[in-house]
């Protein structure tokens, strides 16, 4: 699904995408309209959402965050001509999985959007260090973690759903869902994302 309101950049995708992935990957809608973002998605079921930061209001950032909230399980790409830093850190923070320039030729798009298929966050290197803020005093958050927090936080690194990790610790979803919000304010981090960045930042994968 791509939520952007640049025509020319859709009907572009539209074309090159299929042919330069053989068919791999395709956008199955399309809308200009942040606002009907989320409603797109919910009744299209995509695999995966590319969203325009840079969109008319309520804006590209609004957008994820209600695909996020409707769709929980739609992973989200946020896409920008504009190399802004920290408009890509409020999407990552609003739900994004990854980031990817517009810039990008349609032949590169296509391993970034499988590795966020495969759980994985796509980040510039520069977003990636100011998400782990460095240089923050004391040691790093995850030092003070004990076994149970680390292999949650190694699961959700690895990209697993909430009911595969219920599964995997033999816990109910609400328990993990519980558990996974203490961990975020125990890391302080505001999303699964950045609580993954800090995971292999520490060597945790």
């Known amino acids: 699904m791509l939520v952007d309101d640049h ?6 995708l539209e074309l090159l995408l299929p042919a330069s ?4 990957a395709r956008i199955v809608g399309s ?4 606002a009907a973002a989320a409603a797109l998605v919910r009744r299209s079921a995509p695999d995966l959402a590319l969203v325009d930061l840079h969109m008319p209001a309520p804006g590209g950032i609004r957008a994820i965050a209600a695909i996020r909230r409707t769709t929980p399980r739609v992973r989200v790409v946020a896409i920008s001509g504009l190399d802004e830093i920290d408009l890509m ?3 990552m923070r609003a739900g994004a999985d990854g980031y990817l320039p517009k810039s990008s030729e349609p032949e590169e798009l296509l391993p970034p959007l499988l590795a966020v298929l495969n759980g994985w966050a796509v980040l510039p290197p520069r977003l990636l260090t100011a998400l782990l803020r460095p240089g923050h005093p004391g040691p790093p958050p ?3 973690l004990d076994g149970e927090e680390r292999r949650l936080l190694q699961l959700i690194a690895k990209g697993h759903r909430t009911v595969d990790i219920a599964e995997e610790l033999h816990l109910s979803e609400r328990t ?6 203490s961990l975020l304010r125990k890391l302080r981090v505001s999303s699964r994302t950045e609580a993954a960045a800090l995971a292999g930042t520490a060597g945790l994968m």
């Open 7 to 12: 025509p020319l950049f859709v009907r572009g």
């Open 21 to 24: 992935t053989q068919g791999r």
């Open 31 to 34: 809308t200009g309209d942040a």
């Open 89 to 91: 850190a409020q999407a």
């Open 142 to 144: 995850t030092a003070s």
């Open 176 to 181: 993990v869902k519980r558990m996974t919000a």
